[in-house]
């Protein structure tokens, strides 16, 4: 008999893929209870089909309505065993919902602040043993300068509590930080960093109430997020073959850091492109930040694509088992594509379909809210070898 009986899911047609979690947790037999603003007829029918109850909300960000929804699935399945919307942007209403009403299966409003502020995360990396940039809370122009004078430009200046690349911005010189000041948000903190040269590699992993991992991968961001977003480039990232030793390593350190136990985990640190002092040698890692969710987008589909597994299962079978049978069956770099409209690209979608189309696993459009990060037209495939993906990559994003 399961341990974990009623479960609520924030938003579970947003991100679009996050239905299969539902449908996995169903499959292991949980009351589903599903609380999200679209009308319950413009749910999928598969995610309709794998809940046990859905209760519309006029709006997500209107906690008052998020807690009466709860407080009804209570008085009528009963006590709640797990709440989780597995979605960054959540991850605070979640843990304020659960204290409310005494769910104690995942983090709570206390257990928040390390796992949120990038600056409090530093410390925990430092238990881990792992480097991080050297930083500094944003106030006033001197005190950002007394900074800079140490680090020297360029520097990157983010949100403390923020989600994704989103209102982060490289300032190369004076003039920039005199403009990001007048410009920020004056409710915002932010934090100031020394630009790391490097690029992005994650530990993604499930772990289970004991703290081991059941499942662990790893994926590759060449190009900054941040540029991404702020220069309007294409997106693109990869899921390894097989993860580094090395980011294995350190994955499994910070998770024991900061105590994680049974979560579905997304940590980036840097890897360094050159020698950079205080921090490293080129091809070591540096800590960037932790996310107790799954990486976002499509990224589980396409670890389910790189390695011939289900990781919503995996997930799923966490919750109710704490553990899990299912296999590994495949081993290949999974490509992650975004290209932006607008831009002139030698081969047109047809023709990237005609030359790659045996290779592709998914292809669509990027909902608008999604774009900036992730572009507008998405293609995701694999390939066997690192050679080949980087050949689809050359390809597609040649512009003429």
Known sequence: MNAMKNIIF?????PANYWLFCRELRADGMNVLGIGDERYERLSPGLRENLT???????LENYDSVYRAVAFLIFKYGPIDWLESNNEYWLERDAKLRTAFHITSGYQESDMAPIKFKSQMKEYYRRAGIPTARWHMVERLEDCEAFIQTVGYPVVVKPDNGVGASDTHKLTGKDDLVKFLEKRDPKTSYIMEEYVHAEVNSYDAIYNSKGEPMFETGNVTPVSIMDIVNDGDNSLYFILRDLPEDTRAAGRATAKAFGVRS?????????????????GKKGELVGLEVNMRPSG???PDMIDYAHGTNVYKVWADMIAFDKTDIPEKDRYFCAYLGRRDGKKFVL?????????????????????????????QMYIAVFPTREEMDKFFEDTLACQ
Do not use: C, W
């Not at 924030?10 to 947003?14: D, Q, T, V």
């Not at 189309?357 to 990060?373: C, S, T």
């Open 263 to 279: 979560r579905f985990i997304h940590f980036e640190f840097f890897r360094l492109t050159q020698d950079q002092e205080g921090l």
């Open 297 to 299: 987008g499509y990224t």
């Open 53 to 59: 109850e859905y209760y519309k909300v006029d709006n």
């Open 10 to 14: 924030i938003s579970p047609n947003f």
């Open 348 to 376: 047109s979608h047809e023709e990237v379909m005609r030359r790659y189309g045996e290779r592709m696993k998914l292809v669509g459009r990027i909902p608008q809210v999604l774009a900036g990060a992730m572009g507008d």
